[in-house]
């Protein structure tokens, strides 16, 4: 009625509330109510439809039972030929399945969302390791190569510092024998100079070689491999090893010119490390450059009787090593340099040839 006392109820309203006719009709619907609807909304609701409006909304009320339901309900006045409000309709409607079922659906979507995050969180971490490891390798291959700078320098200063050494020695016997002429002396200076700027460009020389690259830049096959060669040179000869390199013609290539030098002294270094740890008398190491539909094709080959079988699977993997000394990572970072940075590949097997014996041959295509 007008007061908001109830007249009538369907039958489906007291299956759904558990309270018999009786116990309704003339009670105000707010025996319903759970108490979690806000006064306000109640003061909201009466005065929407007292004024002749309708109301929808949803309530949480209770049933005789104290059991809790969802119910979405709709209220709008009844008024007379007049336009005067004679009675308030309300038609409900219980969503009480259709409300479980969209917290259900919350629940499941916040768990996916926090397991989402998890996972973003569990990606990130994983990603930081690898930077880590990747940061650490490249440390050590830097310090790898400072060695085999360090080393290399060491070879190609011996003679000279053993020239300048015998130049100093002679000045005494030059001076006894009055022969120790200003002319000698100028002699003498400009011989010793000569030999302290070769010396120091050697420096400058390995310098270069080190310096990282930022852009790939079109390069020639031949003159890395010619670099390289003159980069160990002092080196490899130290250990009568020797060194030939042929070539049909040059190639030019995109990438970073002083990585793929890189990559080439971890394997001429290894290939030397092989002939001198196996103690081979006429140690040799052939290089060829060769060019198919625009791509180069190097070979490095040595004769210290090739990579056993059973290693030859694992030679690329980070710190695998057969020597004392061995850090393990000339390989893998090889193999980094021209396939990651570069988009070429790196190869290695063992060859047998009549002449040149048995060893291993490392292919680098780009
Ligand atoms: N030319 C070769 N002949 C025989 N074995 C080789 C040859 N080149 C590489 N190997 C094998 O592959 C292994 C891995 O080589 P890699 O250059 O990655 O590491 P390493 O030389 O042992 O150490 P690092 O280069 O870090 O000082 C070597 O320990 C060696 O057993
Ligand atoms: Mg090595």
Redesign the pocket.
Known sequence: DTNGNIEYVNQKFLDLTGYSREELIGKNPRILKSGETSPEEYKRLWKTISEGGAWKGVFHNKKKNGELYWELASISPIKDKDGKITHFLGVKEDITDRKRAEEALQKTLKELSELNKNLDKRVDEELRKNREKDRILIQQSRL?GMGEMIGNIAHQWRQPINALGIIIQNLIPAYENKKLTRKYLENVVQKSMDIIKNMSGTIDDFRNFFKPEKEKEQFSIKEAIEKTISFMEASLTDYNIKVEFKFTKDVLRMGYFNEYCQALV??L???R??VIEREIKKANIWIELKEKDGISCVTIS?N?G??PED?IDR??DPY????P????????MSKMIIEKSMGGRLFARNILDKKRGKG?QFTIEL
């Open positions: 790898a971890n394997i270094s290894n290939a490390d092989a040595d210290a090739g990579i290693i030679i690329f695998f090593s057969t020597k000394q061995g850090t393990g990572i000339g390989l893998y291993a």
